[in-house]
């Protein structure tokens, strides 16, 4: 990760850049920087990785590691949901899902700062707190607070997020207590818990509107209608027939992952409950996951309706990272409510006579070993491909805009107002403004602009130019 590159478009029309301006700046941006873009975007993951730069010095090394320590935090704090961490099978299970993380996060890998993967994980961090701690009462309450906030300051829809780890506490607290007073007591509690935790957010966006006049991607209802507003009847017929047509076609990686996931919370129920003749969990961890899924997809729906220009709701931009997040948040879930279940089907239920010999018979001790090797095996091929993809984009990097710009412009770490022309062969990441986004964070100037079509008079060619301070061929 030390030695790897950003590619990503997002990373150069926001998530890079915002470090970049908080290392150099020493604060967050005001309407003045017209070079950030999506100005009500929260800070929380931005501010971590600003810190780590700010400590060890400013590359994209140590971006892409500020954001790794964030990720594999996450990863570790998974296996808190384990009772008995001797028993390699339930370690190994946590393994393979996470690296299975990867083939759902191909569309936003672990090489960049985009928080889509890291929503899912740190919602998943949320669940196994709550999970461990939930014979104890203040902690879990401390804990969900802290993850509903912070959810929340990653970025706008982390809200779905922050709901899921809010309602687990709910669920976790009615529970608690016997009695229906007491109950109801601490839904009260959960209530003003709420309030609280919401708090950060209300600040946030009350920033951003007394901030900015404008604002990409803003929470508010006269954005909303605005968006809204310019797309008429058939527009938005075809949005919702293009996004029903991609949720439910068996090419998309996400419809796959939800249909293995289904069944194979289904299939570990029906062993559980028909084999080894154990009452679990699982039917209602399917009802519940499904849905989750279902609300998020309506979600999406409305942000594509409601908070998204026209050609961008019309192409469906970025649904395959926004689906992935759900997806991956979903896996998490069947790993976590699998092992807890795979340890309490065990033959032996009292932890401190598990040893060796604790086995129902011979035949079931070679099922464990061997599905603990193979498990362990497979993970480990999971993250060597990860690894393998990482160091194929870092071996094409000289050749991509951010590798160009790298080699002829270097990385500008002062702020200016200079107007650059970038000449480029590529007509696509002109048409989609990568070149330009790229050329903005590395020349640090809102006044970059690409072209691949030069096809003019020799009059008009030369008031182009003069328009610009700076040719980058």
Not at 141 to 147: E, N, P, R, T, Y
Not at 305 to 327: D, F, H, K, W
Not at 331 to 355: C, H, P, T, V, Y
Request: hydrophobic content about 50%; proline content about 2%.
């Amino acid at each position: 990760m030390a030695s790897s590159h950003l590619l990503h478009y997002d990373n150069y029309s926001h998530w890079e850049l915002i470090v970049k301006f908080l290392f150099v700046e020493g604060r967050i941006p005001g309407a003045s920087d017209t070079i950030i873009t999506f100005t009500s975007y929260p800070l929380a993951s931005s501010l971590f990785v600003y810190y780590v730069a700010d400590i060890v010095g400013f590359s994209s090394g140590t971006l892409l590691l500020g954001q790794f320590f964030l990720l594999f935090s996450c990863m570790y704090a998974l296996f808190a949901v384990i009772r008995h961490r001797r028993i390699i099978l339930t370690s190994a299970l946590l393994c393979l899902v996470i690296t299975v993380f990867n083939i759902f996060n191909i569309a936003i890998r672990m090489d960049n700062l985009l928080v889509d993967f890291l929503l899912p994980m740190v919602t998943l961090t949320g669940i196994s707190g709550l999970i461990s701690y939930q014979k104890n009462y203040w902690k879990m309450i401390i804990h969900g607070s802290l993850f509903f906030i912070t959810l929340s300051l990653i970025k706008n829809s982390g809200i779905f997020f922050s709901l899921i780890v809010w309602s687990l506490l709910v669920f976790y607290l009615f529970r608690y207590c016997k009695k229906w007073k007491h109950r109801l007591l601490n839904i009260l509690n959960s209530l003003v818990i709420l309030g609280i935790s919401c708090l950060p957010i209300i600040l946030w966006n009350k920033h951003v509107k007394d901030t900015f006049s404008l604002s990409k991607h803003e929470v508010s209802v006269s954005a909303y209608e605005t968006l809204f507003g310019e797309k008429g009847h058939a527009i938005i017929e075809l949005i919702i027939h293009r996004f029903i047509d991609k949720s439910f076609s068996f090419s998309t990686l996400a419809f796959q992952g939800i249909i293995e996931i289904n069944l194979i919370l289904l299939i570990s129920f029906l062993v559980i409950h028909f084999v080894v003749k154990r009452k679990n969990s699982l039917l209602s961890i399917l009802v519940f996951t499904d849905l989750m899924i279902i609300f998020y997809y309506v979600g999406m729906l409305m942000m594509f309706l409601l908070s998204m220009p026209t050609q961008e709701a019309l192409n469906l931009a970025g649904m395959n990272r926004y689906a992935s997040s759900i997806v991956i948040l979903a896996w998490g879930i069947l790993g976590i409510s699998l092992a807890r279940e795979i340890d309490l089907s065990l033959f032996e239920q009292n932890i401190q006579k598990r040893n060796y010999k604790s086995f129902k018979n011979v035949s079931t001790k070679k099922i464990y070993q061997f599905s603990s090797l193979s498990i362990i095996f497979l993970s480990t091929l999971l993250a060597l491909s990860e690894a393998n993809g990482i160091n194929y984009n870092n071996l094409n990097y000289s050749k991509t805009d951010p590798g160009l710009f790298s080699k002829i412009t270097g990385d500008v770490m002062t702020p200016n107002n200079k107007k650059y022309l970038v000449v480029t062969t590529s007509k696509t990441n002109v048409a989609d403004f990568y070149t330009a986004f790229v050329g903005k964070f590395y020349l640090f100037s809102p006044h970059v602009n690409a072209m691949e079509n030069f096809v003019m008079s020799f009059s008009s060619f030369k008031k182009l130019l003069n328009q610009y301070d700076y040719v980058v061929i």
